[in-house]
Every structure is written in C-alpha cells, then in structure tokens.
C-alpha cells in the first residue's frame, strides 16, 4: 500500500524514493490509519535511504508552513528544522520568492507533492541557505533533537545537547561537532567533499549517511549508507563501510569493527525520540537518559550492575525508571529534581 498522492501524476525526473517520501509525509501530516502505518514501517525497512529521505520530506514540509507563515505576514512556529534562539531566519522577502515558485494557491500538501524534486536539492536547499548562513552554529538544548535540512541539500539529525558549526564554500562542506552527536545524510557532490570534524577525528564523505557521536575525547562514528573516510589527526585514512563503524577511544588510535543492522538501528534509535536497550546495565542505561533531560536519574551502587531491557520514549524518564525498578527489584523515589532507583 502507497499513500495518497495529493495531486495527480509526480514530478518530473524526481527521485522516485523522494517523491514516495514527499507522499508519505503528506500522509503522516493528516494521520495515519493501522494499514498505512503497517505499510509505512515495511517501506522504511526496505532500504536504509528511506528513512533519511522521509527525514528529508518532513524537514521541507516544515521549511514549506514556515515560508507561508512569512509569505502572509505571519510569525512562523518554532519546528526542527527552524533557525533556533538568536539565529536569523529567512527575511520575508525570499519567503515571498519561495512562496511564489511552490504556488502558495496550492494546499501545503500539494506544494509538498510538487516540491519532490525540492527535497531531493531544490526547495530545501533555498530555504536552508536562508535558514543556516555560512559559519553558523546549530545547537540544541537538553532533551531538544533537531532535523536541519542544510544549505547543500544535506540533511542533518542532531541530538540532545550538541552544537555543530558550518562552513560551506564552493570547494568543501565543513562542519564542526563540537559536543554531542549527529546523524548526516549527504547530498552527493564528489567536487565537494563534506567533512565532519570531531576532535582529533575527520570523517569525509562524497554522498553517504553517517552518525558522529563525541564524548570527551572519545569519537564514536557509525556508517548507515555508503563508505566513508575517518582519520585522526597524524594518521592515515580508513575506509569504513555501511554497516561498520570506527571508535577513537580515550585519544589513542582508530579501531574500525563491523556493526549488526539491529544494534546500528538501537544506538540510532534517538533520531525517532527513543532509547532502546539491550542487556545494558541500569547505570549504563540511567547515563543514557540523563543527557535528554535536566532532572537526573540516580541509581542505587547495589542495582547498577543489573542488566535492563526494552524501548523507552526519550521523554518518559518516569516511565523508564518504573519499568527498569520492576524489572531489578528495587523502588522508585522523587524529590528535588532528581528520580531514584533504590533498592
């Protein structure tokens, strides 16, 4: 099963997986009935593009309401892929140019449907060169992920905590992670190389999809799509491929290792706003949930070896601490911002 198509035929020379992605956040945006869902889950387990492309669409459904909003002369919403506190958003002048060129007569569904080309580079792409200038920074708050369609047509997914700067020039695409962790889709352009710097480590890739995630000194990169190049600062380059990944560990040296699809798709799982856990430990899995929120969790030293299990929403530390004390035997206590798995 396929969603509707708002309008009739697709646009042409489009990218087939963008146009379906158009369709499926077109659909997504009014609701979603169990069928589609049931088809919406197969089509996303097909191929690991899909999910960056529906990332893709949802960010140019955003980029779409937030230039009609100003085309009209209203205030556009805060989404996750608008320009964040003190960062400028597009003047009302190229809102009206964008406004113009999607044909704002149409629903927003429909300019979405239309805009299939415009997420594979085209309508995203103008709006994120207004969205991100050159050498700004993209930051994200405590328990805060963001979908930030870039000025290149590359996607990116930052996580909680994170700050990232840009430098696009005609030659290269550099960006800077300086804390935190992001998720990359990649818009091919192989004259123009796109290089994450993390630390002492450099990952580069022509059209590809990785995640960097940086921890002290520590680089974890994580390749969904494609092959690219790490290396550290003195060293020399190693390919890593899709489905494996390289860590940089306390400084010293690259280890590249292979990944199983399922575990990629757990440690990656932040980007739908969820934690899952596989036979971690309560202390491993307590870390893991503190860096989405303010409040802390705490856990008794006598319960932090025990092992927990299962799919967390990011935003339920509540839920979590619950389901974890039934599951190694302690109780829960609160007060003072801070939650507590005793024994």
Not at 50 to 63: E, F, I, V, Y
Not at 102 to 113: D, E, P, V
Request: aromatic fraction near 4%; hydrophobic fraction near 45%.
């Amino acid at each position: 099963m396929t969603p509707g198509n708002p309008i009739d035929g697709n646009p042409i020379d489009a990218n087939p997986v963008d146009v379906r992605a158009c369709q499926w956040a077109a659909a997504l945006d009014r609701g979603l009935d169990a069928q589609e869902e049931a088809a919406l889950d197969a089509w996303l387990g097909e191929d690991t593009r899909h999910r960056g492309a529906l990332l893709r669409a949802q960010a140019g459904m955003a980029l779409l309401d937030r230039c009609r909003a100003l085309g009209s002369g209203g205030e556009a919403a805060d989404d996750a892929g608008d320009a964040g506190p003190g960062e400028d958003g597009p003047g009302e002048d190229g809102a009206d140019d964008l406004a113009k060129s999607a044909g704002w007569r149409t629903t927003r569904r429909q300019a979405l449907a239309l805009a299939g080309v415009g997420v594979a580079g085209g309508l995203i792409g103008a709006g994120a060169l207004a969205l991100w200038p050159q050498g700004q920074g993209i930051r994200t708050r405590i328990g805060e992920m963001r979908r930030v369609p870039l000025a290149d047509g590359s996607m990116a997914v930052v996580n909680s905590g994170s700050e990232l700067n840009l430098s696009f020039t005609p030659r290269r695409r550099d960006v800077n992670l300086a804390q935190g962790e992001a998720w990359f889709q990649v818009a091919k352009a192989p004259d123009r190389p796109f290089t994450v710097r993390a630390g002492r480590v450099r990952v580069q890739a022509v059209g590809t999809a990785f995640n960097v995630r940086r921890a002290g000194v520590g680089v974890d990169v994580v390749v969904t799509e494609g092959t690219v190049k790490v290396w550290s600062e003195g060293g020399e380059p190693l390919l890593v491929k899709a489905g494996q990944r390289a860590v940089l560990d306390d400084g010293v040296g690259l280890a590249v290792s292979a990944i199983a699809p399922d575990a990629a798709q757990q440690e990656l799982a932040w980007r739908e706003g969820q934690i899952v856990l596989d036979d971690v430990t309560l202390a491993q899995a307590a870390q893991r949930f503190n860096a989405y929120h303010e409040d802390r969790l705490e856990v008794d030293p006598a319960l932090a070896d025990k092992r927990v299990v299962g799919s967390f929403q990011t935003n339920d530390m509540d839920g979590f601490a619950q389901a974890c004390a039934a599951m190694v035997g302690g109780r829960v206590e609160r007060g003072n911002g801070v939650i507590r798995i005793l024994r």
